[in-house]
Structures are given as structure tokens and as C-alpha cells.
T-cell receptor
Framework: ETGVTQTPRHLVMGMTNKKSLKCEQH?????MYWYKQSAKKPLELMFV???????ENNSVPSRFSPECPNSSHLFLHLHTLQPEDSALYLC???????????FGPGTRLTVL | GESVGLHLPTLSVQEGDNSIINCAYS??????FIWYKQESGKGPQFIID?????DKRQGQRVTVLLNKTVKHLSLQIAATQPGDSAVYFC???????????FGKGTLLTVNP
């Protein structure tokens, strides 16, 4: 257990569905991250929140919408995704900007 | 462009041997580096980090070496065990806040 939990662990959705991924960190960190991990590709940073303010938006399509209601919770709202969006979506947290990031187990997303 | 890469995509060792996993980075502005371990079906696990003001850092059975002259990072695992079998990848911060650039990873297989 890393102190970062993600739900659901697996998700299958159609292209017209709306779903949300949830992340919660129990480490008292002040920064949270969403990453996408596709097969045979390096981890891709999607969004960064620091103290509930978005500080990075890495040219992610608008069909991905993040939400950070407080420093312990992070959501990724999904809408009208494409099959190529199928991947492992990882949440991470860190204490400050220059400390190690700790990852959750990920949500395996399949878009049909 | 700037990138983080790994010299060896796969590494197979005998149980009890020492393992060395290498990483090359090209962003001279990077001043913080992390090694992660990712087992099948799990999120990346923080192993050890090092800042650019250090050349070497030791943890439990692991040592990270940083050679800034040739922009090279290595992870040494002593007395490798079957439980060490995983994908290992390095990450660099590129001198920027929050953003980490990850390598593609090296698959370490430990033979009993």
C-alpha cells in the first residue's frame, strides 16, 4: 500500500458514456497528478494540481476533465472517449514540487 | 528534443546476483532523479531518488549512481531476488517543478 487509492480498478465504457475515475491520497501531500500509461510508451503526464489549483495541463483533449475538490481527492471525468484512450490511468501525489511522486494502483480503462 | 531512455530493454539475472539497470538522460537542467519499480498489475513504486548535488545514494539493497558528466543514471540491486522481477524505469525532473519525464523501462527477470 502506497497510501494512494484509486477506484474503480477496472472500467469498460462505450464511446458515448460518461464516467469518473477517483483518486484519494492518505499521505498528507499537497500535489496530485494524473498520468496515462499506454503499452510500450513512457508514462505521460496529464494534469497536476498543487494545493487544489491546476498547475499543469499537458495538452490533454477536453474529453478528459480533472477535478480537485481538496488536497486529498482527485477526479478524472471522462466523456465521449475514443478507443485509443484505452490505457492504465495512474494517480500520484507528492509533498511539494521537488519530491518523489507516489502512485496509486491505477484504473485499467477500456473504451469500446 | 529532451528525453530519458534506457540502454537495455530487458535484463535477466540469476537469483543472488547483483543487477545493474542503466538510464541515460539528455536534459542538462535535470537536478532530481527517481527510480521506480512497476510489477504487473500495479502502479509504479518509488524505490530511491537522488539530487544532482550527489553522486551516489544507498538504500536497502539498492544503490543509485549519478554521473552528471555523461548524463547517466544507474540502479544497482544487490543479491537480486525473484521478488525484484519487474519493470524498472527512471524519471527526471528536467529542472522544472512538478513535471517528471519517464523512461520506457527495463524488464528485469530473476531466474531462481
Amino acid at each position: 500500500e502506497t497510501g494512494v487509492t484509486q477506484t474503480p480498478r477496472h472500467l469498460v465504457m462505450g464511446m458515448t458514456n460518461k464516467k469518473s475515475l477517483k483518486c484519494e491520497q492518505h499521505l498528507g501531500h499537497n500535489a496530485m497528478y494524473w498520468y496515462k500509461q499506454s503499452a510500450k510508451k513512457p508514462l505521460e503526464l496529464m494534469f497536476v494540481y498543487s494545493l487544489e489549483e491546476r498547475v499543469e495541463n499537458n495538452s490533454v483533449p477536453s474529453r478528459f476533465s480533472p477535478e480537485c475538490p481538496n488536497s486529498s481527492h482527485l477526479f478524472l471525468h471522462l466523456h465521449t472517449l475514443q478507443p485509443e484512450d484505452s490505457a492504465l490511468y495512474l494517480c500520484a501525489s507528492s509533498q511539494d514540487r521537488d519530491r518523489g511522486q507516489f502512485f496509486g494502483p491505477g484504473t485499467r480503462l477500456t473504451v469500446l | 528534443g529532451e528525453s530519458v531512455g534506457l540502454h537495455l530493454p530487458t535484463l535477466s539475472v540469476q537469483e543472488g546476483d547483483n543487477s545493474i539497470i542503466n538510464c541515460a538522460y539528455s536534459n542538462s537542467a535535470s537536478d532530481y532523479f527517481i527510480w521506480y519499480k512497476q510489477e504487473s498489475g500495479k502502479g509504479p513504486q518509488f524505490i530511491i531518488d537522488i539530487r544532482s548535488n550527489m553522486d551516489k545514494r544507498q538504500g536497502q539493497r539498492v544503490t543509485v549512481l549519478l554521473n552528471k558528466t555523461v548524463k547517466h543514471l544507474s540502479l544497482q540491486i544487490a543479491a537480486t531476488q525473484p521478488g525484484d522481477s519487474a519493470v524498472y524505469f527512471c524519471a527526471e525532473n528536467g529542472g522544472s517543478n512538478y513535471k517528471l519525464t519517464f523512461g520506457k523501462g527495463t524488464l528485469l527477470t530473476v531466474n531462481p
